[in-house]
């Protein structure tokens, strides 16, 4: 497996929006709360609105077949606080050093951030994991 971090584009729009809406609701104590038809006509009206906003947003992808995507990461600079909104690997590819290349290609320093969505994931071998735990960020669900 030969991955290849890149640029977002148009058609990974889908993907984003469809992996975002379903792992967020799957790895999040807060999304779990909420009823289905709540959960996902508001919170897919948030991440339409940051992924309108002037976001960066990198790709995990297989280095020949771009569409063929094993995470992403999105990020926004602000001049008051830098923000990771999300960080996603398919389940397939975790615990292979994906999220990492992705959040070293981040266009911040990582120590300094905030995250506006908090997940933990349970891994067999590992426990529970937080990225955002993980990496010292500092949660801040109100910057979405």
């Given at each position: 497996m030969q991955i290849k971090?890149?640029?977002?584009?148009?058609?990974?729009?889908n993907f984003i929006l469809n992996s975002w809406l379903h792992s967020f609701r799957d790895c999040s104590r807060f999304a779990q709360t909420i009823p289905d038809h709540i959960y996902n006509k508001y919170h897919s009206l948030v991440i339409q609105r940051i992924l309108e906003r002037k976001i960066?947003?990198?790709?995990?992808?297989?280095?020949?077949?771009k569409d063929l995507i094993y995470g992403y990461a999105v990020f926004e600079k602000n001049l008051k606080q830098d923000i990771f909104h999300y960080v996603y690997v398919k389940r397939a590819?975790?615990?292979?050093?994906?999220?990492?290349?992705?959040?070293?290609?981040?266009?911040?320093?990582v120590e300094h951030a905030y995250?506006?969505?908090?997940?933990?994931?349970?891994?067999?071998?590992q426990g529970i994991f937080c990225l955002v735990k993980h990496l010292n960020l500092i949660h801040c669900p109100y910057l979405v």
């Open positions: 971090i890149r640029s977002f584009v148009p058609e990974d729009l960066d947003c990198l790709i995990a992808s297989d280095e020949e077949e590819f975790n615990l292979q050093g994906i999220a990492k290349k992705l959040i070293k290609e981040a266009p911040f320093k995250a506006s969505h908090m997940t933990a994931i349970k891994h067999k071998d």
